[in-house]
């Protein structure tokens, strides 16, 4: 037989897309239109429905940047098509070659309740009515635009509504009534699914040809000029090769109905509220049509905003969930990043999303997902088991552009030795459409073949593309058991892994950080942003303190509903497109704004709880908010006390100044640089001979995509050395340096604090492109180096011997990165940067700060302006010393006026176990609650002692469930913590 494969897949693709598509709607007449444009903001939905529009015709341009159009469509349906299938379609102009990102719309009927969404690829509504009746409905249309166009990453000022303009986006397409013809569509999808197989199949196997011959038989029964009439007869001739059972090695794939919606990316959050909405109406009307179909949703939060600003929506939302078939994914607030929140703010992410689901539904989810977060710090398996959850999903890392992971399904080891069962699904997608070549591309990638055979596939457009299609659901019906197929069932996250877990009692296991190879400047992209972050995670946790301190010390009353309230925002800024820096301007403002709101609330809560502990009297009350004793003040408590600190200041021969305190000797020479940091303890140079620290070094930085997510590794091949100063001088036993750069200008201020050299840096930065660094050399001999994460650190090598340390050339750390030599080490902490480079030359290690990027997309102004940090070098340093500096950075002391000493509410004995959260319990029972971890990766043996009286102890997951009872002797309480373990204690008050 001759090989006639391309011609007649050639005819299937022309014959499948000018007559059997167009012949699913053989029939239409137009609608009547009207439309009326909500002045500003979104407004109610019932002042939407009952707004007077003005007629609009197809082709009329509509919709300005961010606006909201209210249409009303009106018509009736012929007489002869009595007893036929009717639907509207009602196209608001959309880009079909994208499936989200643009406009949408969401159908209401008069009465106001929601009917379905309106997206690119999904522009259909099914009607009713009888012929002769009355058509009527109303979309609520988003003129969202279009930021990631086509060629992708242009600078536009599309992002923010101040700067987008009032141009209108869209052109009106087509609003019709028309005749669905199912059995054509039914054919549409018989042939896609087989055409999409039949490419997948090896062209030298009988299944291929199969395939060929039936469809080609199919073609030739099709009439063309009148498909509908003979799509039955086409598609029996299609039966056969479509009834043909899998093999029984075939992979498993569980499809779970899904829609990643990023809570703000390219639009504001206001906008995601609507998003959620209109998907989850798309997905309650598919549900009730398609009785195996299920949907996941993920983000407490989005269910909140449903909860809150979309009744009717909610309605149909809970009746779903409660048939089992619309479901909680993950068990978190957001999908948040997972490198930069801090610990407690990690934990709290499972803490309220998790309470939200069992609050509303009884529902306890052990999945989390977080498909498209940007790789996952080594702390979070704890995070997860301590939190009652057990399996994690995410597919980013088969984004990562060096190496290739080598496990879909493995067991992933944390610092602490948790292990989570953890799924990539190989499909290498959150936006499964269902079609031949994704679920023949998971089937092939799947590396864990011949040991498991089942996968999850994420099946649905997200990010207003309105979820799952009924195309989806009907080609996922195909596939079900087909022979050459993949097989698809559709079922929730929790059934996928019991039978992976079940299918694959041994997985292998990969210890340490999932580092995503890609997006590296999202630890630095919108500083004010992540300085936000840092400083809420900071100010919350000295507000729980104080106010839990003042409620047990002082009777006051502890702000459960603000903290509550606090918490949940502050999650949802770490979701992740927000704290990475990756949304566009509106965004980025509005977070800049909500965090001095936060700011402002929470230091209010604080200056309220220490004036009520602090007493009368005008002596200075010293707060230490930190876990350890500073000054003599203890962690978590105060003192009526003053210190002075000595620092002796003299001119450096050669030009500059030397600063030393007997703890610390620093030289800054002429230029502004640290030429030698002499720590006398140990009679030893912090920096290498000839070699200068506090050095600015700024980097052209424009990366090949993805400009406010990525650095690529060819910005260090360029690089400016900014040594020329303006001012050195000497203020109040500090150094002051100012320099001047491009349009930009920087003044440091060089303090020494006990064992801390002190760098605070404000830049005014108006630079494009640009990377700024700011380098620390030092003479330090290691092979690896300690980032701080959450509840511990962990280590990252400090050369490049394999593609997987190559790649890591720049990382994540919290308060403090740390190298070391036996029996001498240095920190460098911060008071909220995240990204950061170690290299090694030798014996010289490198410490290098990244402090400012200038990306151009999708914000084109992005941090342009001033920005004050804060860092300290501390040599000498251990671990230890390491993670107490940190957070007396994070945590400067608080003076107020008074005369009492607050006696902290716990102390520990040993300082290797830190108290990272002092609070009282959610449920409003007065009972405290503490959080502390052994914080440098050893065994400790410490007694917590309760600083009031208590009845009882329990020792609790995150959300303050009890795990066990727990010995104690008068409130004090013997641990024993493995390396990195944390613990939460109950503490009932007797
Ligand atoms: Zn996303």
């Known amino acids: 037989m001759h090989d006639d494969r391309n011609l007649v897949e050639a005819r299937l693709k022309r014959v499948l897309n000018e007559r059997v598509r167009p012949a699913v709607y053989p029939e239409s007449v137009p609608l009547e239109v009207a439309v009326w444009h909500a002045p500003g903001e979104p407004v109610p939905v019932t002042e939407g429905l009952a707004a007077t529009g003005t007629p609009i015709a197809p082709g009329a341009a509509w919709g300005a940047p961010w606006g909201t159009s209210w249409f009303t469509v009106t018509g009736t349906i012929p007489e002869e098509w009595a007893g036929r299938t009717v639907e509207a379609l009602l196209d608001l102009g959309f880009n079909e070659s994208m499936p989200g990102f643009q406009c949408e719309g969401l159908v209401y009927r008069?009465?106001?309740?929601?009917?379905?969404?309106?997206?690119?690829?999904n522009q259909w509504v099914r009607i009713d009515a009888e012929p002769g009746e009355p058509v009527r409905l109303h979309i609520e249309a988003a003129s969202n635009p279009v930021i990631l166009g086509d060629p992708p990453f242009q600078p536009t000022r599309l992002g923010d509504k101040e700067t987008a303009g009032t141009d209108p986006l869209y052109r009106l397409g087509r609003m019709e009534l028309a005749v669905f013809d199912e059995n054509v569509w039914q054919l549409v999808m018989d042939l896609e699914v087989l055409g999409e197989l039949m490419a997948e199949l090896p062209a030298d196997g009988a299944r291929r040809w199969e395939l060929l011959r039936a469809v080609e038989r199919a073609l030739d029964t099709i009439d063309l000029q009148d498909v509908g009439a003979t799509a039955a007869a086409a598609r029996a001739e299609l039966a056969g090769v479509l009834s043909s059972p899998a093999a029984p090695s075939a992979h498993r794939i569980s499809a779970v109905g899904h829609a990643h919606i990023d809570s703000a990316w390219l639009w504001p959050l206001r906008e995601t509220v609507r998003k959620v909405a209109r998907t989850a109406s798309n997905m309650t009307a598919l549900l009730e049509d398609?009785?195996?179909?299920?949907?996941?949703?993920?983000?407490?939060?989005?269910?909140?905003?449903?909860?809150?600003?979309?009744?009717?929506?909610?309605?149909?939302?809970?009746?779903?969930?409660?048939?089992?078939?619309?479901?909680?994914?993950?068990?978190?607030?957001?999908?948040?990043?997972?490198?930069?929140?801090?610990?407690?703010?990690?934990?709290?992410?499972?803490?309220?999303?998790?309470?939200?689901?069992?609050?509303?539904?009884?529902?306890?989810?052990?999945?989390?997902?977080?498909?498209?977060?940007?790789?996952?710090?080594?702390?979070?398996?704890?995070?997860?088991?301590?939190?009652?959850?057990?399996?994690?999903?995410?597919?980013?890392?088969?984004?990562?552009?060096?190496?290739?992971?080598?496990?879909?399904?493995?067991?992933?080891?944390?610092?602490?030795?948790?292990?989570?069962?953890?799924?990539?699904?190989?499909?290498?997608?959150?936006?499964?459409?269902?079609?031949?070549?994704?679920?023949?591309?998971?089937?092939?990638?799947?590396?864990?073949?011949?040991?498991?055979?089942?996968?999850?596939?994420?099946?649905?457009?997200?990010?207003?593309?309105?979820?799952?299609?009924?195309?989806?659901?009907?080609?996922?019906?195909?596939?079900?058991?087909?022979?050459?197929?993949?097989?698809?069932?559709?079922?929730?996250?929790?059934?996928?892994?019991?039978?992976?877990?079940?299918?694959?009692?041994?997985?292998?296991?990969?210890?340490?950080?999932l580092y995503l190879e890609l997006h590296r400047a999202t630890l630095t992209s919108q500083a004010k942003t992540k300085q936000g972050n840092r400083r809420s995670e900071s100010l919350l946790r000295e507000a729980e303190l104080w106010a839990a301190t003042a409620a047990v010390r002082a009777g006051a009353t502890y702000p459960y509903e603000r903290l509550d309230r606090i918490w949940k925002t502050v999650l949802l800024h770490q979701f992740h497109d927000i704290l990475p820096g990756s949304s566009i301007a509106w965004v980025h403002r509005e977070a800049r704004r909500t965090y001095e709101a936060v700011a402002e609330e929470l230091n209010e809560i604080i200056d309220t709880a220490q004036r009520a502990l602090a007493g009368d009297g005008d002596r200075v009350v010293v707060f230490n908010g930190a876990p350890h004793t500073r000054d003599g003040v203890p962690g978590g408590g105060a003192l009526a006390v003053s210190g002075v600190r000595w620092t002796e200041a003299r001119e450096r021969d050669g030009g500059g100044f030397v600063l030393d305190n007997d703890q610390l000797r620093v030289e800054i020479d002429a230029r502004g640089l640290v030429v030698s940091v002499y720590d006398p303890q140990a009679d030893r140079e912090t920096l290498p001979p000839g070699q200068a620290a506090n050095l600015l070094q700024l980097h052209p930085d424009f990366p090949n995509k993805w400009d406010a997510w990525d650095v690529d590794r060819f910005y260090r091949n360029t690089v400016t050395d900014l040594v020329d100063a303006e001012e050195v001088s000497l203020a109040d036993g500090s150094v002051r340096i100012r320099r001047s750069f491009g349009a930009s200008a920087v003044t440091q201020l060089l303090t020494l604090s006990g064992r801390r050299l002190d760098i605070e840096t404000e830049v005014d930065w108006h630079e494009t492109e640009k990377f700024l660094k700011l380098a620390f050399p030092l003479d330090v001999h290691a092979d690896r180096y300690a980032s701080e994460s959450q509840f511990g650190h962990a280590f990252r090598a400090t050369h490049t011997n394999t593609s997987w340390e190559a790649a890591k050339f720049e990382a994540c750390n919290h308060r403090f990165v740390h190298v070391e030599e036996p029996g001498w080490g240095v920190a460098l902490v911060n008071d909220s940067t995240y990204g950061h480079d170690v290299t090694r030359t030798g014996s010289t290690t490198t410490f290098r700060v990244s402090l400012l990027r200038a990306p151009r997309f999708p914000d084109p102004e992005t941090d342009q302006g001033v920005h004050r940090f804060r860092h300290a070098l501390v040599p000498g340093a251990t671990i230890g010393d390491a993670v107490r500096e940190g957070h007396f950075v994070n945590l400067p002391e608080r003076r107020v006026p008074g005369s009492a000493a607050v006696e902290p509410l716990v102390g520990v004995d040993d300082d290797a176990v830190v108290v990272s959260a002092v609070k009282l319990a959610d449920d409003e029972s007065g009972d405290v609650v503490v959080r502390c971890y052994e914080s440098r990766g050893g065994r400790a043996r410490a007694t917590l002692t309760a600083g009031f009286p208590v009845a009882e102890v329990v020792a609790t997951d995150l959300l303050e469930r009890p795990v066990g009872e727990v010995r104690h002797e008068g409130g004090a309480v013997p641990l024993t913590l493995r390396p990195f373990e944390l613990v939460t204690l109950r503490l009932k008050r007797a």
């Not at 309740?113 to 690829?121: S, W």
């Not at 989570?420 to 290498?428: K, N, R, Y």
């Open 290 to 513: 398609e009785p195996d179909f299920v949907f996941a949703m993920s983000q407490a939060q989005q269910w909140a905003w449903i909860k809150e600003h979309r009744p009717e929506v909610w309605a149909k939302v809970t009746k779903a969930v409660a048939a089992g078939r619309f479901v909680p994914a993950g068990g978190m607030w957001v999908e948040s990043d997972t490198n930069m929140p801090g610990s407690e703010a990690m934990a709290r992410q499972f803490v309220h999303g998790k309470r939200f689901f069992i609050d509303e539904f009884g529902i306890d989810d052990e999945e989390v997902w977080l498909p498209d977060t940007f790789g996952f710090a080594a702390g979070l398996p704890q995070i997860i088991k301590a939190a009652g959850s057990k399996r994690l999903l995410t597919q980013k890392i088969s984004w990562s552009q060096t190496n290739v992971f080598p496990h879909h399904t493995f067991l992933w080891e944390g610092i602490d030795g948790t292990r989570i069962f953890t799924h990539f699904p190989p499909v290498d997608t959150y936006n499964c459409a269902m079609t031949g070549g994704e679920l023949a591309h998971a089937a092939r990638n799947f590396k864990d073949k011949g040991l498991a055979r089942h996968s999850l596939a994420p099946t649905g457009w997200g990010d207003g593309g309105g979820g799952t299609t009924r195309e989806m659901v009907a080609k996922a019906a195909r596939v079900r058991d087909l022979e050459g197929s993949p097989s698809v069932t559709w079922e929730p996250p929790a059934d996928f892994f019991a039978k992976a877990e079940a299918d694959y009692p041994h997985p292998p296991v990969w210890v340490g950080e």
């Open 110 to 121: 008069p009465d106001g309740t929601p009917v379905k969404g309106l997206n690119p690829r």
